[in-house]
């Protein structure tokens, strides 16, 4: 196996991240049907930190990260290292070293369902960064993983190329195929969300939808 081929995938495209960069993660998940959000233990080591950018897999086993660094030597620039590391937090995969090699690499970032350590040093940098937890022990480097395969991490489905979009909010990934129609439906819902804070300062503070859906639920409506 050629480690170098793992990084040769179709990915979301420039001009779908830059686009996709203008959302919150909350956004892109609700028209995407209120799916693909990772479990709320994976989340940004600093709340100022985002990410967005086509997504790197790699599967290791619990508390080892030798296919980790494999990843770190040869994904593209851009593209943001996705781990399945089993959700195990007993040691830390990554820390200060990883992710200065990260930055030299101009890696899109970081999404490891396992823990990091070297907190403060990473948290008050600019390399994004989003784990499920912390832990100062370090990993071992013996055991085999596999790259650039769909892997499960903070219970979705992660495929090379989908687009990976974090931040305070938490991780949502959207499936490369539907990122188009995606984008399209955000910006639909961007706008009829500032129609609507319009409105309110209008003095509309009830909303227009809340009658009909209070019917639908066989209860009174609020103007009878």
């Known amino acids: 196996m050629s480690y170098q081929s793992t990084s040769e995938f179709d990915r979301v495209t420039p001009d779908q991240i830059a686009r996709a960069r203008q959302f919150q993660a909350a956004i892109l998940c609700d028209v995407a049907g209120r799916r693909g959000t990772m479990n709320s233990r994976i989340r940004a080591l600093n709340p100022a930190m985002?990410?967005?950018g086509p997504a790197y897999t790699v599967?290791?086993?619990?508390?080892?990260?030798?296919?980790f660094h494999v990843a770190l030597?040869?994904?593209?620039p851009g593209d943001v290292i996705?781990?399945?590391?089993?959700?195990?937090?007993?040691?830390?995969?990554?820390?200060d070293l990883m992710v200065t090699q990260a930055e030299a690499a101009s890696l899109g970032g970081f999404?490891?369902?396992?823990?990091?350590?070297?907190t403060a040093s990473l948290a008050a940098g600019n390399f994004p960064i989003f784990?499920?937890?912390?832990?100062?022990?370090?990993?071992?480097?013996?055991?085999?993983?596999?790259?650039?395969?769909?892997?499960?991490?903070?219970?979705?489905?992660?495929n090379p190329g989908d687009l990976v979009v974090g931040d305070v909010d938490g991780v949502v990934v959207i499936p490369r195929n539907e990122v188009e129609g995606v984008l399209a439906a955000a910006q639909k819902k961007v706008e009829l969300e500032a129609q609507r804070i319009k409105e309110i300062e209008e003095g509309l503070?009830?909303?227009?939808?809340?009658?009909?859906?209070l019917r639908q639920a066989a209860l009174p409506a609020l103007s009878a």
């Open 59 to 67: 599967e290791v086993r619990p508390g080892d990260n030798l296919m």
């Open 205 to 213: 503070l009830v909303s227009p939808w809340l009658d009909d859906a």
């Open 73 to 76: 030597a040869v994904a593209k």
């Open 111 to 118: 999404v490891v369902d396992a823990a990091s350590r070297d």
């Open 50 to 52: 985002t990410v967005c």
């Open 82 to 95: 996705v781990v399945d590391g089993k959700a195990d937090t007993t040691c830390a995969l990554f820390g």
């Open 131 to 158: 784990a499920g937890g912390t832990n100062p022990c370090g990993p071992t480097k013996g055991l085999p993983g596999r790259l650039s395969i769909p892997v499960s991490v903070g219970g979705v489905a992660v």
